[in-house]
């Protein structure tokens, strides 16, 4: 711990008013430390780790951290604030705040050593000595551990203060403790993790309960004995990452919540536990299956089962969507390749099965269509099923895939599939609450469940919803075949905007669903539309090429490399190519490449390109309709993307710098304004 935090890191009076000025304010003490190489894009890891989840616990304290790539030595900087800074804890703001900076490689003694911080932070009189301290050195010395933490003195005289039986008192009793395993984990692995099983293992020492604590940080894990396992009474998931192996745990009781949950709230999880246990609830876990009980306000399966329900659809939809693009991209590729070889008109072409010449290019184009049109009937099936799945796992697989197929029957379409996989998962998930006898629990998922599912999905698809979902998609049709002018242009705009804002996240899978949906029964405004929309998309990566290519300076040596490889990713397509650059600096980033997106949009419409193929970028030029302009549309968009995204890093690095010659005071309020 000597290396990892000396006086020099110590503020006993943090001034700042925001959790953004708190870090910047410690993470400006490691960089003239020497140990941060890059404030900025240090300060950008941190941003995003905490939109993953708040770091702030009860008790007061805030505990930013992240690996990052500009961390050349594992780091603690440490602040007290005295007016309290909210981290987004439910008790308050924290006056106690630690900034934890491990390399992106971090080897596994410094992890342990800042586990061992994050475990005595659960300890009150640590955190009571941090906040009577006067001397940074001193403080620095206490939470490297040089410096002995005094005990609490007993409430009177002769007593000692109340505490639990230990679990070996009880075992000597004659009766055998209650047995916990648990798991926990965190995106980082570097301080919730440890902090919620230091946290598990007390309340389980103060309860008279054996708990064991599997601890799975992001630099892996040490599995818990399988006989330790078997002799559990229950099982406690406390995280926010996917639990590994998980099937290990197959027919125990399981409590699943998030990690947060572990570290404020460890009796009551116990105790939730207990009862399962003595209910004998037992959970269905499979490797695919996070668990569905918990309980909890916070995360709980893979930090979704009990967030918000926005939050929740967005996550069944992009289960859907993510399994349904290689479908798109093998179908849609394979139909290209035919049109390339035969024209247009191949589509049309007798089956060839019955009709099938080796020697002719028109058999061969017809092949390939064939294969890729039955590829493509699986669209919508596919994403119903698995928009299902991502609600209530593999029970709902069957009749997310039938009520998908039916969607295509009634001529419900996209729209349909979307309907009908949210439908089949509501209702296996309705029937999964229905309690029933312990004999009817095996054939449930595999027999009851598919069977009375699919039935009730197949006739509200059938008899309730699918006649007016396949009105709607009709009249949806009929307006993209009808659009023109300033209509068509501002759908565009729109398609460009979604593509560009999350680049591969929810807004740009529902762009490129909906245009993909169109190219299952193709005409000139469902063409219009694909070909805005992978117009769109492949600006980002390229934009942020082009910028890292004539304005090096504004870019580390990261950047730039990720830029040269940024040219291939948006030539093919791949929206995802830009994200490492808006990770690093999302206000400057995303704003930018939203409007080359949204400019490369409106021009794709305005030029009346078209395309048939779903992916291949420039690769099927071949296939667009307007190839020159469309192009151009996306060179056009490029260009105002690199004009912005150097115009505003420009600024950026240019404000310091006049605020340093002016003689600013370098408040903290002063440098989040000029960071903004």
């Not at 064939?370 to 669209?379: D, E, K, P, R, T």
């Amino acid at each position: 711990m000597s290396e990892l935090i000396t006086a020099e890191l110590v503020d006993l009076d943090l001034s700042a008013a925001t959790k953004d000025a708190a870090a910047r304010s410690l993470a400006e003490r490691m960089v003239a430390a020497h140990r941060v190489t890059d404030l900025d894009g240090f300060l950008a890891d941190v941003a995003a780790r905490e939109a993953q989840m708040p770091t702030g616990l009860d008790g007061g304290i805030g505990i930013p951290h992240c690996r990052s790539e500009h961390v050349n030595a594992p780091t603690l900087a440490f602040g007290r604030s005295a007016a309290g800074i909210d981290f987004g804890a439910a008790d308050g703001p924290a006056d106690l705040i630690f900034l934890i900076a491990a390399p992106a490689g971090a080897d596994d003694d410094h992890l342990t050593i800042l586990s061992g911080l994050a475990r005595r932070l659960m300890a009150p009189e640590f955190t009571a000595a941090l906040r009577a301290g006067t001397d940074p050195a001193a403080v620095a010395a206490l939470i490297r551990g040089e410096e002995p933490v005094e005990e609490p003195a007993p409430e009177a005289e002769g007593t000692e203060p109340e505490a639990g039986p230990e679990p070996e008192a009880v075992e000597a009793a004659g009766s055998v403790p209650f047995r916990i395993v648990a798991v926990t984990s965190c995106p980082t692995g570097i301080a919730h993790t440890y902090m919620a099983a230091e946290s598990l293992a007390a309340a389980g020492r103060a309860e008279g309960v054996e708990v064991t604590v599997e601890t799975q940080g992001s630099g892996g894990f040490k599995k818990l004995d399988p006989a330790v396992i078997a002799a559990a009474d229950a099982v406690i998931w406390a995280h926010d990452v996917e639990v590994r192996e998980k099937a290990r745990f197959r027919g125990k009781p399981l409590v699943d919540v998030g990690v947060k949950a572990g570290i404020n709230r460890p009796a009551e999880l116990i105790a939730e536990a207990r009862r399962k246990a003595e209910r004998g609830e037992i959970a269905a876990v499979s490797e695919a299956d996070g668990g569905k009980d918990s309980g909890d306000g916070e995360a709980g399966r893979s930090g979704t089962d009990h967030a918000h329900f926005g939050v929740r659809l967005r996550t069944y939809l992009m289960s859907g969507v993510s399994y349904m693009v290689p479908f798109v991209a093998a179908g849609g590729l394979l139909i290209a390749l035919s049109f390339a070889i035969g024209g247009y008109e191949i589509a049309s072409a007798k089956s060839v099965a019955d009709h099938f010449v080796w020697g002719e290019a028109d058999s061969w184009a017809a092949l390939l269509n064939q294969i890729g049109s039955a590829a493509f009937a699986f669209l919508v099936p596919v994403l119903a099923g698995y928009i299902a799945y991502g609600m209530a796992d593999r029970s709902a697989l069957v009749p997310g895939f039938v009520g998908g197929s039916i969607a295509l029957t009634v001529n419900a379409g996209f729209l349909g599939g979307l309907v009908a996989g949210l439908l089949a998962g509501a209702v296996v998930m309705a029937i999964q609450r229905v309690p029933v006898h312990a004999t009817l629990r095996g054939i449930m998922p595999v027999l009851v469940i598919p069977l009375i599912a699919s039935a009730v999905v197949g006739i509200l698809m059938f008899i309730v919803v699918g006649k007016p979902i396949a009105s709607l998609q009709n009249a949806l049709t009929d307006w993209l075949n009808g659009l023109s002018g300033s209509n068509a242009v501002i759908l565009g705009v729109v398609l460009g905007l979604m593509m560009c804002f999350d680049m591969g996240g929810p807004l740009n899978k529902v762009a490129y669903a909906f245009a993909v949906g169109g190219l299952a029964d193709p005409t000139d405004g469902s063409l219009k539309v694909m070909a805005a929309v992978m117009a769109a998309g492949m600006v980002p990566p390229l934009a942020m090429a082009l910028a890292t290519t004539v304005r090096k300076k504004l870019f580390t040596k990261t950047e730039r490399e990720n830029g040269r490889a940024a040219w291939v990713l948006g030539a093919s397509f791949i929206t995802e190519g830009a994200i490492p650059f808006a990770a690093a600096d999302p206000l400057r980033v995303i704003p930018s490449v939203m409007a080359g997106g949204a400019v490369t949009g409106a021009l794709s419409m305005a030029f009346g390109a078209t395309l048939r193929a779903p992916h291949g970028g420039v690769f099927v030029v071949p296939l667009i309709g307007e190839p020159f302009l469309y192009l151009l549309a996306i060179a056009a968009g490029t260009l105002v993307a690199t004009a912005l995204v150097v115009l505003l890093k420009g600024a950026r690095r240019a404000a310091p710098d006049a605020a340093g010659e002016a003689g600013a005071t370098g408040s903290d309020d002063s440098r989040v304004t000029v960071a903004a």
